[in-house]
């Protein structure tokens, strides 16, 4: 027998002594739901007595190939033996059974990702037991019934559909409208039809042992019923909706779900017993009050699933007969909130009366709110800076950033509902998951509308701008998923009439429908719906953003710089407080009619045409910097000279294939086509088998020297130009993609010749930086020759990856990344966070060589990694000095960065 523990007791004994043998530390052990009911009862805090197996046993089940670890069910008998002796009740008992809730919980929470089995323990005998005890054989039954329902959804895969067309039909049958309407016997009823549903369903092949007299047979022994639900929890680890939301959130997937097996309590016995939802702040806006619904006789399900419509929490002590429980609830918020030093996130249930705490977490939260709760609590002294920054999650400042409806404008509310997700939306009407999907890939953008979601619709709320249902209150699947996905959401919209089959929507007192693909706007902050396109304004960052970022500029330790380049987006970068641009890419400025330009220049053999179209881009170039170290005044701005293919200036050769067949079908005039022809040819000739490794980067500078020169004497002549207009430019030229130190000196020598000619001329005193951007690996491995001529280095991380992965960047990613994420071939998509272990090693290593030779060295990363959290936290590890990332991301890299720095 191995001697590693895998199973945890929380709770009392029944003797009221706390026997919990695990705490919130454990959470990479118990998960966090385990670890948070160990801690809660350490508290002295009412926990319905349980245990808990831990995500490792999930793991080495799940890696064994679904085979039990030696040992583990014999220690989980144990438990389950001592949990009955702690209740004075054992499982399956047919005098006073004992009934346990199975539910999942992982280090991370995934909420609504994994499987949950309550009821567990009823069977044709407890059932009696059950009624003996609670006298309410309609309570015994139904909770019968949901359990078999459970059991052959999560445990046997069967659809619930076929169970819940069994309820449909009894109602029909008995003409009556809600499931409350059913009786004790119509209950008893649906259970025996439900058993017969399972025989009928579950295959005799898969499940041997349930099998008698040549049916199978619903199980009735609970060791089984346990072990069945258990494995089946076990298995929800790896459901899709679980591994797409890990790929979504960053959860790695070795991590396991732990198993919390706990005594039940009834919500639904009467009308003393209640079940609800709350939060310690409110989590929409992060306001210090309670917050939360609940319902009076229902299970917990009954609340999140939005099938019943919720009370707010306030009103809880206004129920007769709950308000002693009402009052310990916000006691007990408060000692929650003092120990764990946040808002938390409680399930609870008050059974005939008596509260008990069923789960507590961290509560998730809307950006604004997570801004609000840190900084209330640095001032109410329970946290401090440094925790209140770590707190927030970088990604989550999306949503502040999000756009709103432009008030400005005139538009019509037609519906309203709660407002569960903050931002605005605009998009074509769409009422599944999958049609959401198809559509986004098509390039549209959409609005998944639907009664309530599910977790089976998370890939489509994935890809929806916004999420709108008629359903469900703020602590919704809808609701809970949206925030925090930062996705705009209004739930709970009742006056929608949602037909999802006849694909329209309703609106009540309205002479309103609205079909598939018409467009509407929604407005998550408000909670409003708009039929037709309503305009959208950027946010300001203000107030508490504000607040955050300045404590999480004076703990970081990383600058933040922007790509931009044009002024607007270069002004943009400014206002959310980036201290430079780190790239400005200047092949973005030769779009337009700046393209036709460039390519008279490429196709042009004549010198003198050649020259005019060299002259035009000069000019407009020297604007262009003009403007933009305008905006940038005072901070240092690199200007990457120009870097790709040229062929991606010219015209696609396929086209003008097309294009002269026709000419030629048409018999146009020879000479037309003759020209044609010939610029096709030109076009050809520019054709590479691998463009990206080809004539691009400063290999182009060095064919074309008059494309190097012309850039640095625009670059010059701006600066010499606002240098003279009392301005205080920072130009710094950037050498794009070299591999060895003398093509950086070479396009060097030429970049300082074009200076001291243009300083010459204007007289003015130009000291300009010139620096390489390091993105191919033979550049980062010899670093520190490359030091001896460069001010400072950039790492080009996209190209990096590409050239260290050997990864297409233009390639990939559509095709086969996907797959390998999928086959965990890779943890990440590595052109979104940085391979630490082969790119960003490369990165370390050349930093390190780089400020080896050259103290003086500034280095900084100017690929997409700049702006995503998890490798700005690599950067800061390799030495770099600064990340510079899209304007949009800079409010999250400067609070990334803050929180590297605390690592
Ligand atoms: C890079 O390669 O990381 C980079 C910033 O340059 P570009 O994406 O323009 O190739
Ligand atoms: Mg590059």
């Not at 509407?520 to 037709?532: C, H, N, R, T």
């Not at 196709?603 to 020297?622: G, H, I, M, P, T």
């Not at 050809?684 to 463009?691: I, V």
Request: charged content about 25%; overall charge negative; some cysteine.
């Amino acid at each position: 027998m191995s001697d590693t523990k895998r199973v945890f007791a929380f709770g009392n004994d029944s003797n009221g002594q706390n026997i919990t043998e695990g705490n919130a530390q454990m959470r990479y052990v118990l998960g966090g739901k385990g670890a948070n009911l160990a801690e809660m009862s350490n508290l002295g805090l009412p926990v319905p007595p349980g245990f808990t197996i831990t995500c490792q046993t999930c793991m080495e089940y799940a890696n064994e190939g679904n085979v039990w670890p030696e040992g583990a069910l014999a220690e989980i008998e144990r438990y389950r033996l001592n949990l009955e002796s702690r209740m004075g009740k054992k499982i399956g008992d047919e005098k006073d059974p004992l009934l346990v809730s199975v539910r999942s919980g992982a280090p991370m929470s995934m909420p609504g990702m994994m499987d949950t089995v309550l009821n567990l323990g009823l069977n044709d005998k407890s059932i009696y037991g059950l009624i003996e005890q609670t006298n309410n054989p309609r309570f015994a039954w139904d909770s019968y019934r949901r359990f078999i329902q459970m059991f052959s959804n999560v445990v046997m895969g069967l659809d619930g559909d076929l169970y819940e067309k069994a309820i449909s039909v009894k109602k029909d049958a008995l003409g009556v409208e809600s499931d409350t309407d059913l009786d004790a016997r119509d209950l008893e009823d649906l259970v025996c039809e439900f058993k017969t549903i399972f025989s009928d369903n579950v295959s005799p092949v898969d499940y041997p042992s349930l099998v008698k007299d040549g049916k199978v047979t619903f199980p009735q022994d609970p060791t089984v019923q346990l072990r069945l639900a258990i494995e089946a929890v076990f298995g929800s680890w790896n459901n899709p909706r679980a591994v797409l939301y890990r790929q979504k959130n960053k959860i790695a997937n070795d991590l396991g779900t732990a198993v919390n097996v706990q005594s039940m309590v009834f919500g639904n016995k009467g009308n003393t017993s209640a079940t609800g939802v709350a939060f310690t702040r409110n989590p929409a806006n992060g306001d210090k009050v309670f917050y939360g619904d609940f319902l009076v006789n229902a299970q917990g399900e009954d609340v999140v699933a939005g099938i019943r419509n919720t009370t707010p929490i306030a009103d809880l002590k206004d129920v007769p007969g709950l308000k002693e429980a009402a009052h310990e609830l916000e006691d007990i918020f408060s000692v929650l909130e003092n120990h764990f030093h946040d808002m938390c996130d409680i399930e609870f249930t008050i059974e005939q009366g008596k509260l008990w705490m069923l789960q507590t977490r961290a509560g998730k939260r809307t950006a604004a709110a997570a801004l609000k709760i840190a900084i209330d609590m640095v001032e109410e002294g329970l946290i401090d800076k440094e925790t209140a920054i770590s707190r927030i999650a970088p990604d989550q400042l999306d949503q502040l950033l999000h756009p709103q409806f432009d008030k400005n404008s005139t538009y019509e509310v037609v519906a309203s509902g709660l407002n569960a997700s903050p931002g605005a939306a605009v998009g074509k009407v769409k009422f599944s998951s999958g049609e959401v999907v198809s559509a986004v890939e098509k390039g549209e953008k959409c609005i998944l509308v639907r009664w309530e979601t599910t977790p089976d619709d998370l890939a489509g709320m994935y890809a929806a701008e916004g999420i709108l249902t008629s359903h469900g209150g703020k602590t919704s699947h809808a609701a809970v998923i949206a925030r925090g996905m930062g996705t705009p959401c209004v739930c709970g919209c009742e006056s929608l009439r949602i037909d999802a089959d006849a694909k329209t929507i309703e609106i009540q007192g309205l002479d309103l429908v609205i079909h598939e693909d018409d467009i509407i706007s929604l407005d998550g902050s408000e909670g409003i719906v708009v039929k037709g396109e309503v305009s959208l304004v950027e946010p300001e960052i203000t107030g508490d953003l504000d607040t955050i970022l300045e404590w999480a500029d004076n703990i970081r330790k990383l600058g933040v710089r922007a790509n931009a380049d044009n002024p607007k987006d270069a002004k943009c970068a400014r206002d959310f407080g980036a201290e430079g641009i780190g790239l400005c890419r200047t092949e973005h400025m030769f779009l337009g009619e700046r393209k036709k330009i460039i390519q008279s220049f490429i196709l042009n053999e004549d010198e003198k045409s050649r020259s005019a179209a060299a002259e035009s881009l000069y000019l407009a170039q020297v604007e262009d910097f003009y403007e933009m170290l305008k905006v940038m005044d005072g901070l240092p701005m690199i200007i990457r000279l120009l870097d790709p293919p040229l062929h991606e200036f010219l015209d696609n050769p396929r086209t003008l294939e097309v294009e002269i067949a026709r000419l030629e079908e048409r018999d146009a005039e020879a000479k037309v086509i003759s020209n044609k022809r010939e610029l096709l040819s030109k076009i050809d000739s520019f054709n590479e088998q691998n463009p990206m490794m080809g004539l691009r980067g400063c290999r182009l500078g060095i064919v074309y020297p008059v494309l190097t020169e012309l850039q640095v004497r625009a670059i010059a002549t701006a600066t010499a130009k606002l240098k003279k207009e009392g301005f205080n430019p920072k130009p710094e030229i950037m050498v794009p993609l070299i591999c060895t130190v003398n093509e950086l000196a070479y396009a060097k020598e030429d970049a300082l010749r074009v200076i001291s000619e243009v300083s010459k001329a204007e007289a003015v005193d130009l000291n300009m930086e010139i620096g390489t951007m390091i993105e191919l690996p033979r550049a980062a491995l010899t670093a520190d020759e490359i030091a001896t001529q460069a001010d400072f280095f950039s790492f080009g991380t996209n190209d990096l990856t590409q050239t260290t992965f050997g990864f297409s960047r233009d390639d990939v990613e559509g095709e086969f990344i996907p797959l390998y994420l999928e086959k965990h071939l890779l943890s990440r998509n590595p052109f979104a966070t940085v391979d630490g272990n082969g790119v960003g090693k490369l990165v370390g290593m050349a930093t390190e060589l780089g400020k080896q030779t050259n103290p003086n060295l500034l280095c900084g990363v100017c690929g997409e990694h700049g702006g995503d959290p998890e490798s700005i936290h690599t950067f800061a590890n390799c030495g770099v000095d600064y990340v510079s990332c899209s304007p949009y991301r800079v409010p999250v890299a400067r609070l990334a960065a803050a929180q590297a720095a605390l690592d």
